[in-house]
Each structure stands twice: as structure tokens, then as C-alpha cells.
């Protein structure tokens, strides 16, 4: 249970990363505010 937990962690943060540029979400909200994490590209 806890692997497909981190599974779906990974697709989430994977998605966001397309929709950086919206503040309403919260997966790109907790990017923005880890300076190492949008930054990887």
C-alpha cells in the first residue's frame, strides 16, 4: 500500500511540473517553495 501511495506521489509531482504556473495547486505550490525542486529542467 504504501509503494502505490509513493507511486501516485511520483505521477502527481511528475504532472505539476506542467502546471508550475498555477498557484491554486497545491502540488506546485509545495515546488515553488523548494528552490532545488522547479529547478531541475
Known amino acids: ?3 502505490l501511495k509513493f507511486f ?3 505521477i ?3 504532472f505539476s511540473f506542467t502546471i508550475t504556473t498555477d498557484p ?3 502540488a ?3 515546488i515553488k517553495s ?3 525542486f522547479g529547478d531541475v529542467d
Do not use: E
Request: glycine share 12%; aromatic share 0%; proline share 6%.
Open 12 to 14: 502527481l509531482i511528475s
Open 8 to 10: 501516485l506521489l511520483i
Open 1 to 3: 500500500m504504501k509503494k
Open 24 to 26: 491554486g495547486t497545491a
Open 34 to 36: 523548494d528552490p532545488d
Open 28 to 30: 506546485g505550490d509545495t
